[in-house]
């Protein structure tokens, strides 16, 4: 048996959370027209601002954009490894989703969250609550989408 101590990813537990804390994922994640076309058709979103390239040249935005469901999951998904990795109980809800400005192929998010509030739980003991805002900012440092969540998280075991 060796002496070597084991560390193994995870997560935050309840009680690792700081509120006023701002944590920053590494690393960001560029967004492809593969990425795009595919998050999009598994949706079942026929919306042609992210499908049909000649239809988007005539659009405001003279191109085809990233599917604002596909920002958003990403950006949580860029939390994961660095907050709730095998610590989170449950997504508990989103709130004050917005996209101030649009992705477009070829663009990189980069993803920080800040953690607005916590508290326990009144009818899981051993779990709290966890508020988080999550900001995805593009490669010019551009704010491209922002989500309140809530989690319900694991207190650390015993």
């Known amino acids: 048996m060796s002496d070597e101590r084991e560390i193994t990813q995870r997560g935050l537990w309840f009680g690792e959370f700081e509120t ?7 690393p960001g994640r560029t967004m492809t027209e593969t990425d795009n076309v595919l998050f999009t058709t598994l949706t079942m979103n026929p919306q042609p601002l992210h499908l049909d390239a000649a239809w988007s040249e005539s659009s405001e ?20 490894g660095q907050l709730t ?7 508990l809800g989103f709130s004050e ?4 400005a649009p992705m477009k192929h070829g663009d990189t998010l980069y993803a920080e969250t ?5 508290r326990e739980s009144k009818s899981r003991p051993g779990q ?3 508020t988080m805002e999550h900001i995805g900012r593009n490669q010019h440092g551009d704010v491209v989408a922002k989500a309140v969540r809530k989690a319900l998280m694991q ?3 015993a």
């Open 85 to 91: 990795m095998n610590t989170i109980v449950a997504n």
């Open 114 to 118: 800040r953690i607005l509030d916590k």
């Open 61 to 80: 935005f003279g191109e085809r954009l990233v599917n604002s469901m596909h920002t958003l999951a990403t950006l949580v998904g860029l939390s994961v």
């Open 97 to 100: 989703i917005s996209f101030p």
């Open 155 to 157: 207190g650390e075991p």
């Open 128 to 130: 709290g609550i966890v």
């Open 20 to 26: 006023g804390v701002i944590y920053r994922h590494s």
